[in-house]
């Protein structure tokens, strides 16, 4: 049965492993992406995201384990214009045009896109004759995004791909990517904007120190965190006597504005509530909570060493 999963999926990673020097940057990951899901990889600096695309990607081999893309080696996936990459690393000639770097691109795979098709989908089509060197960053970005869509590919792969773009930018980036994906194509991202995440994902997966700790749907990820989170502004805050409110699991202080992290919210709010508070809020816990619950120092380590993964993935 897992045979037959690995055989159909996008993306099958099995035992990766990844050292560099003393340094575990990728230890035991598992991972199985299906056809058309789209899925954010997640984690703090540090917690094997690069180390584990570049894997993915055939751009660094394992120490241990096996990558395979759409069942094949990840190399030939690429050679054969299965895969387009947007990574961190690497760059283009600052001396070449947006459309000359297209260009060189496309000639690469066996079926390409129209150059222009691919300008006009990543929204960089009227800066297409400047040089690289003389755009902006969140341009240089939308060119790089061209590069990775002209090759027409079943699986994209993006490494924080908004860095440096406005918000218009970043918007207009998310517009050309469910675009992309209208078709049923895989999309697999990374990023610290986690609201990209929630607003875009049909699946996160959470990293720290080079394991998954957690892996399903946003609202899976957020139900897995206990508690809601209660905001106001308060006169002369007193963090520690937030922090030994009833019900209260963590305090922070941001000038009048407080933020108090719930196990029972009700009781918090009660207590709170006996000395002058305005502009009260309770929420449930977001994917930002989420995230530096389940993967701070006090989360969990994953399942290497009989730790445990939290888990509510779809099958493949």
Not at 211 to 222: F, K, L, P
Not at 239 to 263: N, T
Not at 265 to 272: E, F, N, V
Not at 276 to 295: C, K
Request: charged residues 25%; glycine residues 12%; contains cysteine.
């Amino acid at each position: 049965m897992m045979e037959d999963a690995e055989s159909g999926a996008a993306v099958s990673l099995r035992g990766l492993r990844r050292s560099f020097g003393d340094v575990r940057a990728v230890d035991g990951v598992d991972l199985l992406v299906a056809p058309g899901e789209l899925v954010a990889l997640l984690g703090p600096n540090g917690a094997g995201k690069t180390s584990t695309m570049e894997i993915l990607l055939g751009l660094s081999a394992p120490d241990e384990g096996e990558a395979r893309l759409f069942g094949r080696p990840p190399r030939r996936a690429a050679a054969q214009g299965l895969v387009g990459a947007m990574l961190q690393s690497g760059g283009f000639l600052h001396e070449m045009t947006g459309r000359e770097i297209v260009q060189i691109m496309a000639a690469q795979y066996p079926r390409p896109l129209k150059v222009d098709e691919a300008l006009r989908r990543a929204g960089v089509a009227k800066e297409a004759r400047l040089r690289y060197g003389g755009l902006s960053g969140g341009q240089r970005q939308r060119i790089r995004f061209a590069a990775a869509l002209v090759c027409d590919p079943d699986l994209l792969v993006l490494d924080e791909p908004t860095v440096a773009m406005d918000v218009q930018g970043r918007q207009d980036f998310w517009a050309a990517m469910r675009e992309y994906a209208t078709g049923g194509r895989t999309v697999l991202f990374a990023t610290h904007y986690l609201a990209e995440a929630q607003d875009f994902a049909d699946r996160v997966v959470l990293m720290r120190h080079g394991r998954i700790v957690a892996d399903g749907s946003v609202a899976e990820i957020c139900a897995r965190v206990e508690g809601r989170t209660i905001r106001a502004v308060l006169d002369d805050a007193d963090p520690a006597w937030l922090r030994g409110l009833p019900g209260v699991s963590a305090a922070s202080v941001h000038g009048e504005r407080v933020e108090l992290h719930c196990q029972d919210s009700d009781r918090a709010l009660r207590a709170l509530l006996q000395r002058p508070a305005r502009d009260v809020e309770v929420s449930a816990m977001t994917l930002e909570d989420a995230f530096v619950a389940l993967t701070g120092d006090s989360g969990p380590r994953g399942s290497a060493g009989g730790h445990t993964v939290v888990t509510a993935a779809k099958e493949v």
